[in-house]
């Protein structure tokens, strides 16, 4: 975590760079918070979503904005609507989908800040690349503490 004095931010709500390989919109990063907590909002078409996965370094809230989002933990699935959050720690597997034949929009925080961001940004620079297949992927996941389970 940064050490230097932190400023008040305020992000506009359109603001923050925009992820289009994961669907994703940076809006607090470790530059804002010196790393304590990261914020991004996402959009997941109907019925899309990611595999069983686990966060080995940051705890994870999600939140619904727009649609609903289903949890997929173990053999349980919960289904969250609209104003509904959910708190995902660290080291426990779990899969997320949007079950709705309509875009859902959510926003989702990592605590602390610092990885998954970086797992965000390293998959981009992949994909823009030309070189994000699977083994890609999964190694990139796993240098920022992300292990698929699917």
């Known amino acids: 975590m940064k050490t230097e004095k932190l400023q008040p931010v305020v ?28 914020f991004f909002d996402s959009e997941l078409p109907p019925g899309d979503g990611n595999r069983l996965h ?34 995902l720690p660290k080291n426990v597997p779990h899969a ?7 875009p859902s929009r959510y926003l ?11 797992w965000f940004d390293a998959v981009e620079a992949a994909e823009e690349a030309g070189g994000l297949d699977d083994a890609t992927f999964r190694e990139l996941s796993l240098q920022y503490g992300i292990e698929w389970l699917e």
């Open 11 to 38: 992000i506009p709500a359109e603001s923050g760079r925009n992820l289009n390989t994961l669907g994703v919109r940076h809006k607090l990063t470790e530059q804002h918070t010196g790393g304590a907590i990261y």
């Open 54 to 87: 686990v966060h080995r370094y940051e705890d994870e809230i999600a939140y619904v904005l727009e649609g609903a989002l289903a949890v997929r933990l173990g053999d349980q699935e919960l289904t969250m609507t609209v104003g509904e959050i959910a708190f």
């Open 96 to 102: 997320l989908r949007n079950p709705l034949s309509t």
């Open 108 to 118: 989702f925080a990592a605590i602390p800040g610092g990885y998954i961001e970086h």
